[in-house]
C-alpha cells in the first residue's frame, strides 16, 4: 500500500511538472521572453553584421554576462532566412529576431515576420550619393587629415599606453586614438580587428543627435517645437508641449525606467515591442517638461520616430557615406524605426570618424553638414542636469567611479575641463578633448559591476601625444 501511494506521489508531481513547464512554453514570463530575446537579437547582430560564431557570440557575449537565466539559453541560426531563434534550455522563451540587409537586426517579439520584413526593404549597398568634393575649410576649422590607408603600427610610448591591459580594462575588444586629425594608435583584443563592426549601444545615441543636426542644416525641422504630431499626442494632451530639445536633454518628464537588471521599461521596449516609439509615447507625463532630468532610452526613440518622417531620411544618406563610415549600420526596429538608443554598429574607426566630426564642429572634408553653432548647443550642460550631461544627448564626464559626487571625475583625473563623452553599456567609450585635438575610442565587453573608468587610459595617452 505504502507503494502504491508513493508511485501515486510520484505521478501527481511529475504531472505537475509537465504542467508547469507546458506553462512556461505555452505562456512564457516576461523575464523569460526578455532573456531570450535579448540572447536572439545579440546573436543575430553579430553573426550577420560582423560575421562572428553564433555558438562563441552566445558564450562571450550573452552568456558569461548578465542574468544567470542566460547561462541556459540556446539559439539556432538561419542563415538562408535570416533568422534567428532563441530559448531557455532551447525550449521557453520564444526569442526571434530577423537580419535585413541594410537595416541590421530587429526583435520580432510579435512574431509577424512579414511586417517586419515589408517594415524594412532589402538595401544590399548604401544608396546615397558620394559626398560632395571638399570645399576650403571654414576658418577655425581643424585640418581635414584622415587617412584613407591604415595608420602606420603604434610605437613608441603611445603602443605602451594602448596595449597596457590595467589601462584597456577588462574585456577590451579595440581602442583607437585620433590627434591632430591622424590616426595615430589603435589595438585589438583577440578575435576582433579593423573591419570589425561594433555595437555602440547608448553611443547611438550621440549619433542620433548628429543625425538630428543633419536634419537641421537640410532645412524643414526645429528643435523648440513640439513634436506631438509625429507621435499622435493630441493638442489637448499634456505631453504635446514636449519639444525635441527636451528630448535631448533627458528633461521630458516622461516616465521611463532604464533599469536593466529585470523586466523594465527599456528592456521591455527593446525586447518585446515590436514598435518601440510607439511604446515609449505611451508612458505617462509626471513632471513639467524641461524641468526633470530622467535619463531614457525611450527619448532616443521618439527622437528617432521624429527625425525619420518625411522623405531622404535615410542615415547613410545623411551621415555615414559623407563620413566615410562604411562599416556603419544603425539598426531599426521591427516596424522600422531606428533604434536610435542602442543599436549603431560600426568598427572602432568608423566610431572615431564620428568623434573625430563632432570636434571638428560638424564639418568634414571642408564642408559643413551641421548647423554652425549646433555641436556647441550639444555639449552645453543640460537645464536638468547641469555638469553632467549634455543638450545633444552625450555626457560632459566620464563614469563618477570613486570620485565623491558633485566632483567632476575627469578633472579630478587630471583630464582637460572641456572634455565630454559618449558612452554606452557594457564599457563602450569616446572621449573627445577639443582643446588638444584628441579623440579616444575605447570599445569592449566590460559590465559596470567591474568598476573600470577609461579616464585613465586618456590620461596617458594625452600625455603620450603631446
Not at 126 to 138: C, D, F, I, K, Q
Request: proline share 9%.
Amino acid at each position: 500500500m505504502a507503494r502504491l501511494w508513493i508511485k501515486r506521489i510520484a505521478l501527481g508531481l511529475l504531472g505537475l511538472l509537465l504542467l508547469g513547464l507546458l506553462w512556461l512554453w505555452a505562456l512564457p514570463p516576461a523575464m523569460l521572453r526578455v532573456g531570450a530575446s535579448y540572447a536572439a537579437k545579440i546573436v543575430c547582430s553579430n553573426v550577420f553584421l560582423a560575421n562572428r560564431d553564433a555558438q562563441a557570440v552566445l558564450r562571450d557575449d550573452v552568456q558569461n554576462h548578465g542574468h544567470p537565466l542566460l547561462k541556459y539559453m540556446r539559439v539556432t541560426v538561419d542563415r538562408e532566412r535570416g533568422e534567428v531563434h532563441a530559448a531557455l534550455l532551447g525550449v521557453v522563451g520564444k526569442g526571434l529576431a530577423l537580419h535585413r540587409p541594410g537595416h541590421g537586426c530587429a526583435v520580432v517579439a510579435d512574431g509577424d515576420l512579414a511586417a517586419a520584413r515589408a517594415a524594412a526593404p532589402a538595401i544590399d549597398a548604401p544608396t546615397a550619393p558620394p559626398p560632395a568634393p571638399p570645399r576650403p575649410p571654414e576658418p577655425g576649422a581643424l585640418p581635414p587629415n584622415w587617412p584613407e590607408v591604415d595608420a602606420a603600427p603604434t610605437s613608441g610610448q603611445l603602443a605602451a599606453v594602448v596595449n597596457l591591459p590595467e589601462l584597456q580594462g577588462p574585456g577590451m575588444r579595440a581602442v583607437v586614438v585620433v590627434h591632430k586629425g591622424r590616426i595615430v594608435g589603435e589595438t585589438y583584443g583577440p578575435g576582433f580587428g579593423p573591419d570589425t563592426p561594433l555595437l555602440g549601444w547608448s553611443m547611438t545615441k550621440t549619433a542620433t543627435a548628429a543625425l538630428i543636426g543633419r536634419r537641421l542644416h537640410e532645412g524643414g525641422l526645429t528643435l523648440d517645437t513640439p513634436l506631438a504630431p509625429a507621435l499622435g499626442w493630441p493638442a489637448s494632451d499634456a505631453r504635446a508641449a514636449i519639444t525635441p530639445a527636451q528630448l535631448l536633454a533627458m528633461s521630458s518628464g516622461l516616465q521611463f525606467d532604464e533599469g536593466y537588471g529585470g523586466v523594465s521599461d527599456v528592456t521591455r521596449m527593446l525586447y518585446l515591442e515590436p514598435d518601440m516609439a510607439a511604446y515609449a509615447a505611451q508612458q505617462p507625463l509626471l513632471h513639467p517638461p524641461g524641468t526633470q532630468f530622467n535619463y531614457s532610452s525611450g527619448s532616443s526613440l521618439l527622437l528617432s520616430r521624429w527625425w525619420t518622417q518625411g522623405a531622404n531620411t535615410d542615415a547613410r544618406r545623411l551621415l555615414f557615406t559623407p563620413l566615410g563610415m562604411r562599416s556603419a549600420t544603425l539598426e531599426t526596429d521591427a516596424r522600422g524605426t531606428p533604434v536610435g538608443s542602442s543599436y549603431l554598429y560600426a568598427t572602432a574607426k568608423d566610431w572615431a570618424r564620428l568623434g573625430l566630426f563632432l570636434l571638428n564642429d560638424g564639418v568634414w572634408q571642408g564642408q559643413r553638414l551641421l548647423p554652425e553653432g549646433y555641436v556647441a548647443r550639444m555639449t552645453a550642460a543640460s537645464p536638468a542636469k547641469p555638469g553632467s550631461y549634455g543638450r545633444g544627448h552625450l555626457w560632459l564626464h566620464g563614469p563618477q567611479g570613486t570620485t565623491p559626487e558633485g566632483q567632476d571625475p575627469d578633472v579630478a583625473q587630471g583630464l582637460p575641463a572641456d572634455t565630454w563623452w559618449m558612452r554606452g553599456h557594457d564599457g563602450q567609450f569616446v572621449a573627445v578633448v577639443p582643446s588638444k585635438q584628441l579623440v579616444v575610442v575605447r570599445l569592449g565587453l566590460t559590465p559596470s559591476k567591474l568598476g573600470y573608468q577609461p579616464q585613465g587610459l586618456v590620461k596617458k595617452v594625452l600625455e603620450a601625444v603631446n
